[in-house]
């Protein structure tokens, strides 16, 4: 019973940030219906089995239907389905939705009340718009990706976390609940184009103003959030693991130097001298490799020092907090990150396990009112 009860949403199944929209939808009670091709690509990311299907957790709480979008039919079944729904989300690059009948232009005179979710990387229009890409592309070009790293280094790639899902899944699911609230109220759907360029750009507007105000500098790993400085960083331990300091304010930074038993060393009076920071860097590296990460928590973890242990996929299930507030759970045997946020009157769930390719068919096409002799029929012409 969450909050998007009620709400169909069809998903044209694709790889990258838009099964995640889908997956934040279903989470929240919406009804996710994933239309995908009968038979996998070989490019597709960790779907490189038969069952490999069901330990793709972005595929939660849908339901599949398998369709060969190429067959005559194939286009009538999905705009019937359109019909029906309040949302359509499709990842693909600009042109393809339209090549297949079933573009905006098409699916909004069908259901005017449509909310037509873009996915994209470069965006549905601009000189790049129809060239190949990946999330770490468009995170460079937007200018998030340069400060990513050391200094003297080339930037260092991070996990599709800040692309794909932060500036792509998380600004179309925005968009479209926006979308569908304004649709609500008037009827009226619209289109949403979530560029992946656009909203890693967009994932930068404080770092911005801090270079307006010239307090980021151009220089890489020498600012005060990239690791530049002392107090906000990743420092390794006596057995190998890390831990994590970001000191940010000056109660907090005085603490952890007190913690640090460095409180009476001028080195460390004044926390935005930058002409310390590289040798207050090395000082700290030098005190965090005198104990284990574990033996860090029993002095820093649950201070005001801003501290946390840096944790693999193991380990984070397993941390006291993380277990107190559920933030992980198991599905069908997978560990897996649990619905966020968290609502408190229509809390969100995991509706079922991800459905195997095609799984849900015959249901599915009831909805648009298909008989069992037109199902039978499409399944002899293959075009489910």
Known sequence: MGP?????????????????????????????????????????????????????????????IAVDLKKVGAGDAIMRLVRECD???????????????????????????????????????????SAAGHDLNYVALSGALYYSGCRNTP???????????CGGAMMLAVGMLGAMLSAGG???????????????????ALLYGLHAQGLWGNERGA?????????YGSYECADGEYISIAALEPKFYKLLIDKLGLIDEPAFADQHDR??????????????????????????????ACFAPVLNFSEAPEHPHNKARRSFMSVAGVTQPAPAPRFSATPSEVSAPPPGIGEHAESILGLAGYSQSEIAALREQQVI
């Open 4 to 64: 998007l009860q009620g709400k169909r949403i069809i998903e044209l199944g694709g790889v990258g940030p838009a099964p995640f929209c889908g997956m934040l939808f279903a989470d929240m009670g919406a009804e996710v219906i994933l239309v995908e091709r009968k038979t996998r690509n070989p490019n597709d990311i960790g779907l490189t089995s038969p069952d490999a299907a069901r330990f793709s957790i972005v595929r939660r709480g849908k339901r599949s």
């Open 155 to 165: 930037p260092s790639v991070p996990p599709t976390l800040v692309g794909d899902i």
């Open 275 to 304: 002409c310390r920071w590289q040798q207050s860097k090395q000082r700290f590296g030098e005190i965090f490799k005198t104990r284990t990460r574990d033996e860090w928590c029993d002095v820093l973890e649950g201070t005001d």
């Open 186 to 204: 008037s009827g009226k759907g619209q289109i949403v184009d979530a560029a992946i360029t656009d909203g890693s750009a967009l994932a930068t």
């Open 223 to 231: 600012n005060f959030l990239d690791g530049g400085s002392h107090w």
């Open 87 to 129: 949302g359509l989300i499709e990842g693909f690059r600009p042109g393809v939705m339209e090549r297949l009948g079933l573009g905006p232009e098409e699916c909004l005179r069908a259901n005017p009340g449509l909310v037509y979710g873009r996915l994209s990387g470069w965006g549905q229009e601009g000189p790049l718009a």
